[in-house]
């Protein structure tokens, strides 16, 4: 598991990271599916180690976005070679 700010997600996922709006709908919501590029999967294949997955997020990562946090639930290939995290917000933990 991995926590990243949303800074250090936007250099992950390549030249085109989420933008404001989508970070708005996602708390809106409550959670959100965020898709990848395969050119984003693979620019850290050969990097690997046994402590740091190539992929830009892995199920149970936290991602910051100001005042609230997100879990990646879920990841489903594309048929790209892409990837789809579902990602969750995660409740408050002073109860607001």
Same mark, same amino acid.
Do not use: K, N, Q
């Given at each position: ?31 959100? !599916?965020? /898709? ?5 999967? *693979?620019?850290? +294949?050969?990097?690997?180690? @046994? ?27 594309? !048929?790209? /070679? ?5 990602? *969750?917000?995660? +409740?408050?933990?002073?109860? @607001?």
């Amino acid at each position: 598991m991995r926590r990243l700010t949303r800074s250090e997600l936007a250099s992950r996922v390549g030249p085109r990271p989420p933008s404001d709006a989508f970070w708005r709908r996602a708390i809106d919501r409550g959670a959100a !599916a965020l /898709g990848v590029g395969a050119d984003a999967v *693979e620019s850290g +294949a050969g990097e690997e180690t @046994d402590d740091e997955p190539t992929e830009p997020l892995d199920t149970g990562d936290i991602v910051d976005v100001g005042d609230h946090a997100f879990v990646v639930v879920g990841t489903e290939r594309t !048929a790209a /070679g892409g990837r789809i995290y579902r990602i *969750e917000l995660v +409740a408050d933990r002073d109860g @607001d």
